[in-house]
């Protein structure tokens, strides 16, 4: 995996329905600040989302690290020592979105993931925030799909999969949502959401274990 900056990559699929936070074409993926803030009483007129069996991840708040298996992360060529944490501490970008984790390795591409625990302190939480947020126009790409009976959506400020980057953002409670980025897959595009889901059916099935 190519050494570049990756963390704020997964930035817009976590927290700019709370935080106005985007990706610029031309940034290579480094989070640049938007204009505006959403509000939680904005009407939408996406239905609400409900999650049946929600996961409980707030055991992984203060190791996010924790939430990919290191077997999954061996198959994707990399390892829990490469792992690099973000916990809210660290950044002000972190303090206001949530902890997270991102991973750099030997093969092509970089994943990573967050807890989007900031959203949901502010009210607008879970996929029901992040629709707000398409409703607003924020979201060029919105494709709803399920992981292992969760409803997830692939999202953001443009639809860079053909390029190999890959954005998903996966309903565990009616109010919580994890997101997954799967970036730099330049030389097989398509490969990026294939990780993308499987790194986020890996992430369900941990807070199964542990729920």
Same mark, same amino acid.
Not at 92 to 97: R, Y
Not at 130 to 149: F, H, N, P
Not at 154 to 178: K, N, P, Q, S
């Given at each position: &995996?190519?050494?570049?900056?990756?963390?704020?990559?997964?930035?817009?699929?976590?927290?700019?329905?709370?935080?106005?936070?985007?990706?610029?074409?031309?940034? $290579?993926?480094?989070?640049?600040?938007?204009?505006?803030?959403?509000?939680?009483?904005? @009407?939408?007129?996406?239905?609400e989302?409900?999650?049946?069996?929600?996961?409980?991840?707030a055991?992984?708040?203060?190791?996010?690290? $924790?939430?990919?298996? @290191?077997? &999954?992360?061996?198959?994707?060529?990399?390892? @829990?020592s490469?792992?690099?944490?973000?916990?809210?501490? $660290?950044?002000?970008?972190?303090?206001?979105t949530? @902890?997270?984790?991102?991973?750099?390795?030997?093969?092509?591409?970089?994943?990573?993931?967050?807890?989007?625990?900031?959203?949901?302190?502010?009210?607008?939480?879970?996929?029901?925030? +992040?629709?707000?947020?398409?409703?607003?126009?924020?979201?060029?790409?919105?494709?709803?799909?399920?992981?292992?009976?969760?409803?997830?959506?692939?999202?953001?400020?443009?639809?860079?999969?053909?390029?190999?980057?890959?954005?998903?953002?996966?309903?565990?409670?009616?109010? &919580?949502?994890?997101?997954?980025?799967?970036?730099?897959?330049?030389?097989?595009?398509?490969?990026?959401?294939?990780?993308a889901?499987?790194?986020?059916? $890996?992430?369900?099935?941990? +807070?199964?274990?542990?729920?």
């Amino acid at each position: &995996m190519r050494n570049h900056p990756f963390w704020f990559r997964i930035v817009p699929v976590l927290a700019v329905a709370a935080v106005g936070v985007s990706c610029s074409a031309d940034t $290579d993926g480094v989070a640049q600040p938007a204009t505006g803030e959403l509000s939680a009483s904005k @009407p939408s007129a996406a239905p609400e989302r409900r999650v049946s069996d929600p996961l409980d991840v707030a055991p992984y708040l203060s190791r996010p690290c $924790d939430l990919v298996s @290191p077997e &999954m992360l061996e198959r994707l060529g990399t390892s @829990p020592s490469e792992a690099t944490p973000r916990l809210p501490e $660290d950044d002000k970008i972190t303090a206001q979105t949530g @902890p997270g984790c991102s991973w750099t390795g030997e093969n092509e591409g970089s994943v990573g993931i967050g807890i989007d625990s900031g959203n949901k302190e502010r009210g607008v939480g879970g996929l029901r925030g +992040l629709e707000i947020a398409r409703d607003q126009g924020r979201y060029k790409l919105w494709e709803e799909t399920s992981i292992a009976g969760y409803p997830a959506v692939y999202m953001g400020v443009r639809d860079a999969r053909h390029e190999g980057d890959c954005d998903l953002a996966v309903g565990i409670a009616d109010d &919580m949502t994890f997101g997954v980025s799967a970036v730099s897959f330049r030389e097989n595009p398509q490969k990026a959401c294939e990780v993308a889901v499987e790194v986020a059916a $890996d992430v369900i099935e941990n +807070l199964k274990a542990g729920n």
